[in-house]
C-alpha cells in the first residue's frame, strides 16, 4: 500500500531563512505528488504538483518542490520564509487507477513555526 | 461563492445520535471526495464517489455512509455517532486524473 512520510513534525525557522520540508513516499507506480497548506482555522490550499515532466515544480508563494525518484522523495523549499509561512504543511501522493483520481494519501503533516 | 462548501461548519452532537453532513459544489466535477483529519494523522480517505452511480470505500469507511444525490452533492452520514468520531471532515472535488482536488472549509464535529 501506498504512503507518506513526514519526517519532521515541527520545524522552526527563523523570519528570512530558508526552509526545507521533507516528504517520502512509498508508491509502486509513478506517483502524483501534491504538497497542500493549511493556516491556522483555514481548509486545505494546493501549494504545487507534480504529474510528469520537469521534476523541478514551481508553486503559488514561492515555494518549489523537486521529485527525486531514486530516494522516493518530494521535498518543498523556500528561499526566504515569510512571518505568513506559518502553517501545517501537508505532503500527499495521488491514488489513481483505472485512469480515475481514487482519492490521496496524506502524511501526517509539518508543523512550521517562523520565529521573528 | 465558494466552489466547495459543507454544512454545517461546525456540530456538536451526542453518542448514539446519527448526524449528517453535506457538501455542495459548483465546479462541475463528477468526483468527490469526504475525509477525516485528526490531529497528528494528516487526512485520511473516508469515501469517494466517481458519479451518481459510482461510491468507493476509503481507508477508514467503517462507521459511515455516504449518499450521491446529484453530481453538485456528496453526503457523509454518521448512523451512531461515538466519540472516537470527533475530528475535522473534509470534502474535496476532482475534475479528472490529472486535476488537482480542491478541498471544502471543514466541517468540525465533536462527538460527546
Known amino acids: 500500500a501506498q504512503s507518506v512520510t513526514q519526517p519532521d513534525i515541527h520545524i522552526t525557522v527563523s523570519e528570512g531563512a530558508s526552509l526545507e520540508l521533507r516528504c517520502n513516499y512509498s508508491y509502486g507506480a509513478t506517483p502524483y505528488l501534491f504538497w497542500y497548506v493549511q493556516s491556522p482555522g483555514q481548509g486545505l490550499q494546493l501549494l504545487l504538483k507534480y504529474f510528469s515532466g520537469d521534476t523541478l515544480v514551481q508553486g503559488i508563494k514561492g515555494f518549489e518542490a523537486e521529485f527525486k525518484r531514486s530516494q522516493s522523495s518530494f521535498n518543498l523549499r523556500k528561499p526566504s520564509v515569510h512571518w505568513s509561512d506559518a502553517a501545517e504543511y501537508f505532503c500527499?501522493?495521488?491514488?489513481?487507477?483505472?485512469?480515475?483520481?481514487?482519492?490521496?494519501?496524506f502524511g501526517k503533516g509539518t508543523h512550521l513555526i517562523i520565529q521573528p | 461563492d465558494a466552489d466547495v462548501t459543507q454544512t454545517p461548519r461546525n456540530r456538536i452532537t451526542k453518542t448514539g445520535k446519527r448526524i449528517m453532513l453535506e457538501c455542495s459544489q459548483t465546479?462541475?466535477?463528477?468526483?468527490m471526495y469526504w475525509y477525516r483529519q485528526d490531529p497528528g494523522l494528516g487526512l485520511r480517505l473516508i469515501y469517494y464517489s466517481f458519479d451518481v452511480k459510482d461510491i468507493n470505500k476509503g481507508e477508514i469507511s467503517d462507521g459511515y455512509s455516504v449518499s450521491r444525490q446529484a453530481q453538485a452533492k456528496f453526503s457523509l452520514s454518521l448512523e451512531s455517532a461515538i466519540p472516537n468520531q470527533t475530528a475535522l471532515y473534509f470534502c474535496a472535488t476532482c475534475g479528472g486524473v490529472t486535476d488537482t482536488q480542491y478541498f471544502g472549509p471543514g466541517t468540525r464535529l465533536t462527538v460527546l
Open positions: 500527499a501522493v495521488g491514488l489513481y487507477s483505472g485512469g480515475g483520481a481514487d482519492g490521496l494519501t
Open positions: 465546479k462541475g466535477h463528477d468526483r
